[in-house]
């Protein structure tokens, strides 16, 4: 899933990323607020690795969203 799709449904994906990122802090979450850019650092900044890490994760995680929303709008139909 691209960023901009994130960004535009960020509420309902902060659920699954503060699952996968729980040391990042509410007021992280709002900073961030769907924006690839502010993950990345919040990343870099709480779990202490190296930008290409964070942003592979970030990456990772936005691919992982991709794969599971078809399930999402199957399992709706049924």
Do not use: C
Not at 19 to 38: H, P, Y
Request: aromatic share 8%; charged share 40%.
């Amino acid at each position: 899933m691209n960023w901009d799709q994130i960004e535009g449904k960020w509420k309902q994906f902060t659920g699954r990323a503060r699952e996968r990122w729980g040391k990042l802090t509410d007021n992280d979450w709002e900073t961030i607020a769907g924006k690839k850019d502010q993950l990345v650092g919040r990343i870099q900044e709480r779990y202490g690795v190296a930008k290409a890490e964070a942003e592979k994760q970030a990456d990772e995680w936005s691919r992982a969203l991709k794969h599971s929303e078809p399930e999402k709008h199957a399992a709706a139909r049924l």
